[in-house]
């Protein structure tokens, strides 16, 4: 089996920084030989989950960048730069495919089982392993595009426990589908957040589709959540008020009608129309 280039040679931990000159003494140890555990710092766990990929590019694309290790996966594009990275590789290789292997653990640390099986090559550098990490996903980007319009389209608030994780998640579409070269307007984004809405908040609707032009996605946002708050507070104190006493205050207003007066007054009626019946009678007795 052959030996990976990165363990060929074995020297010292060296700072190596492609802007630095080889003379440089060379007893600083390079900021990435310190990370210990890089999940810590690259949170997302890269798996088949195309959405996932271009979270997990972002973060590894900035951690790569902090150490000044990116041009060990993207090629440098400025003369200067390129031939920075052509020296280092040409006067310390061994420094360079060292840093090379860092990366390519971060790399191997940051993604399952399943993505690993398909990317792991022996003798591998960072770069190969990047590209063949990014082909993997960019293949299905027309995929992965329709199937983030069918997510946005069809996105509504009645799915959410709020507005703000509805609006969250009508961001978090709009991101992916830049990603993937299919750019959403701030218009469009608007107009689907407020179609997306319930009849609850109809009257938002309206106040939204009276301004000209339509406010930034954020301002939305913010007093969308605003009436959100208000129906809420609304709703509570609806609620406060409909207390049991007042609900029994209700149901038995009919019965109040007949209080202590009424009724002294309607016996008094009974009482005098029971008397006149009497003396009406005893008269007619007499008469026979």
């Known amino acids: 089996m052959a030996e990976p280039n990165f363990l060929k040679n074995n020297v010292d931990d060296t700072s190596s920084a492609t802007s630095q000159s080889t003379t440089a003494v060379k007893t600083t140890i390079h900021s990435a030989f310190t990370i210990n555990n890089v999940k810590t710092i690259i949170l997302v766990t890269l798996d088949n989950d195309s959405n996932l990929y271009l979270s997990w590019s972002a973060l590894f ?17 400025d003369e200067k730069a390129i031939r920075a990275t052509a020296d280092l590789k040409a006067n310390d290789s061994d420094l360079w495919n060292r840093h090379d292997a860092v990366v390519l653990q971060w790399m191997y640390a940051t993604v399952t ?11 591998d550098t960072a770069e190969a392993c990047w590209n063949r990490i990014v082909a993997m996903f960019n293949d299905n980007e027309r995929s992965r595009d329709v199937q983030l319009e069918n997510q946005f389209s069809n996105t509504n608030l009645k799915d959410f426990p709020s507005t703000k994780a509805y609006c969250n998640r009508l961001k978090h579409l709009c991101n992916q589908l830049a990603n993937v070269d299919s750019l959403v307007s701030n218009t469009r ?12 908040y109809a009257r938002f609707v309206i106040y939204i589709q009276q301004h000209d032009p339509l406010p930034t ?22 609620s406060s008020s409909s207390t049991p006493a007042a609900l029994v205050a209700n149901t038995t207003t009919p019965l109040t009608d007949v209080s ?21 009678n005893n008269r007619n007795n007499n008469g026979d």
């Open 189 to 200: 984004l608007v107009l689907k957040m407020i179609s997306g809405l319930t009849d609850t």
């Open 260 to 280: 202590p007066t009424s009724y002294s007054m309607s016996n008094g009626q009974n009482h005098n129309n029971s008397r006149s019946r009497g003396k009406k």
């Open 113 to 123: 089982q399943d993505i690993l099986n398909s990317i792991l090559v022996i003798n």
């Open 61 to 77: 694309l900035v951690q790569a960048h902090v150490h000044n290790l990116l041009d060990h996966i993207i090629p440098p594009s």
């Open 217 to 238: 996605f954020a301002a939305a946002k913010s007093r969308l959540e605003l009436e959100e708050s208000t129906i809420l507070q609304r709703a509570a104190h609806d």
